[in-house]
């Protein structure tokens, strides 16, 4: 059995042994893309390489990416401790070809890589094309031998890919594999697909067209190849467990999270171990990353994320500080990849330090009143938006924890209350700014940022914008 850090060394050997020239991950925070929050997939650094605007001196490249997906277009925050297979951080493995090898190429390494390298059964695999993709279809009938009845047609956007408005688009073909009957859930395309019995592991990206202003779609003279693997997905399946929380390296962190909180992962309190483990990767290397807490954009982001690890520690029991204390473990199992973690350790430490010292001032009242406030409170009913933005406003609850904190009562938030009372707060903000002599600037300016610079921010989409509101 491989653990996390030989199978990424693996793949990555296998694509340099292929000529693909092995590139590090870039930081999480895309240099020179304000559009972006996070770096969600492997391509993000690469950008500019497909499309041309950028040389490197190799056409093929196979990278392992930090990604984090908690905000902005793709947002799993709210799937961690839900499902087997999402991560708010995860490593995305990935091979590229710009303009070298297409379709067959990339369907025959992918296909090599996991049957023969890794020795995948072939009656676990099966793939998705996209639905006008009889190309595809083909190779993977011959390439892999797979019967029509385990390749997949989509038609959907899963299955077709975009960079924006305009620009690289292609179709998709997905790699899943079957963990087997007595799991919940459907093969792609059926109505139950979001179970997870069938897991996708790889998304094979076939870069052919270029998507023009005007709604016209060219082929592009030297198609491109992108793909991405969860480095955790084909873990688990390697290691024989269906479960990302079960693999060695999540295994070794939730032991740590048990050992220091005095908690077992057993029953209703598994989920908040694996909350918690999860959120101190990404809170750990955002901040190796370079983004620490705060009220607006990616700060407040990390401090969401912080701020439901936390919750789920006390909810766990613990009364301090604990997710400085994980930090050794994880620096130890990750920081021979990423020495960034240890170059960062004491900054990322006390960081975490700091703000769980200040957030567990509030949490206990902030979790004392929302306990008053849901007091024989059924499934189906809605929280006060008035209380949930109590709880933002005076005890730093962030609307998503709120949420997270009711989601298993099946209670949720009167949305448009509490953006009532926020926006009522902005004006108030204003109102007494225009007010204020000098004298009271640092007064009232430091606490309206705090309170309300997170609404001013607006440099993603809309939805990003929102988020940060939260
Ligand atoms: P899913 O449908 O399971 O949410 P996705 O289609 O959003 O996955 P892609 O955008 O295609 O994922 O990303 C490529 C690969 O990265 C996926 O096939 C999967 O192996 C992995 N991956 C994506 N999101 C996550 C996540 N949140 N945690 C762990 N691995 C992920
Ligand atoms: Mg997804
Ligand atoms: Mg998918
Ligand atoms: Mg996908």
Redesign the pocket.
Known sequence: MSGVNEIRSAFLDYFAKNGHEKVSSSPLVPRNDPTLMFVN?GMVQFKNVFTGEEKRPYSTAATSQKCV?AGGK?N?LDNVGYTA???TF?E?LGNFSFGDYFKDRAIELAWTLITKEFGLPKDKLLVTVYADDDEAAALWRKIAGLSDDRIIRIGTS?NFWTMGETGPCGPCS?IFYDHGEGIPGGPPGSPDEDGDRFI????LVFMQYEQMAGGERVDLPRPSIDT???L??IAAVLQGVHDNYDIDLFRILIEAVENTIGSRAEGNQTASHRVIADHLRSAAFLIADGVLPSNEGRGYVLRRIMRRAMRHARLLGAREPVLFKLLPTLVGEMGRAYPELGRGEALISETLKLEERRFLQTLDRGLSLLADATEGMDAGQKLSGETAFKLYDTYGFPLDLTQDALRQRGIAVDLDAFNTAMARQKAEARKSWVGSGEAATEKVWFPIRERVGATEFLGYDTEEASASVA
């Open positions: 997939a997906r793709h799993d297979r999402h991560h995860f995305m899963d997905e996708e592991i790889w998304n991405g693997m969860g955790e997905r």
